[in-house]
C-alpha cells in the first residue's frame, strides 16, 4: 500500500508563504503527483498537478502565486506557495496518480491564511 506523507503545512499571514512537501512511501512508477484542497463547507478542488514529464497545470486561482515542482526519483512533490491569501485556507491534499490510473490520497495538511 503506497503511503503519502505530506508536511509544510501551518499558520501563516497573509502575503506570505509556505512551502509543502509530499513523500510517497515505496518506490512506485508515478505518472502525476500534485495538490488538492477543500476549505470548510467546499468540495475538494485541483490546486496544481506535475507529470513525470514536468508538465504543470494550475488552478487559475492560484497561477503566478503557486509552483509545483517534483523529484522523480525522490517520488516527492513540492508546493511553493507565495503571497497567500485568506482565501487560500484550506486542508490540502497530496496526490498521486500511477500509469493504471490509480489515485492514492494523503492524510491532508492544513494551511491557515490570516488577514
Known amino acids: 500500500q503506497v503511503q503519502l506523507v505530506e508536511s509544510g503545512g501551518g499558520l501563516v499571514q497573509a502575503g506570505g508563504s509556505l512551502r509543502l512537501s509530499c513523500a510517497a512511501s515505496?518506490?512506485?512508477?508515478?505518472?502525476?503527483m500534485g495538490w488538492y484542497r477543500q476549505a470548510p463547507g467546499k468540495q475538494r478542488e485541483l490546486v496544481a498537478t506535475v507529470t513525470s514529464g514536468s508538465n504543470t497545470n494550475y488552478a487559475d486561482s492560484v497561477k503566478g502565486r503557486f509552483t509545483i515542482s517534483r523529484d522523480n526519483a525522490k517520488n516527492t512533490v513540492y508546493l511553493q506557495m507565495n503571497s497567500l491569501k485568506p482565501e487560500d485556507t484550506a486542508v490540502y491534499y497530496c496526490?498521486?496518480?500511477?500509469?493504471?490510473?490509480?489515485?492514492?490520497w494523503g492524510k491532508g495538511t492544513l494551511v491557515t491564511v490570516s488577514s
Open positions: 496526490n498521486a496518480q500511477n500509469w493504471d490510473l490509480v489515485n492514492y
Open positions: 515505496l518506490s512506485i512508477s508515478i505518472k502525476t
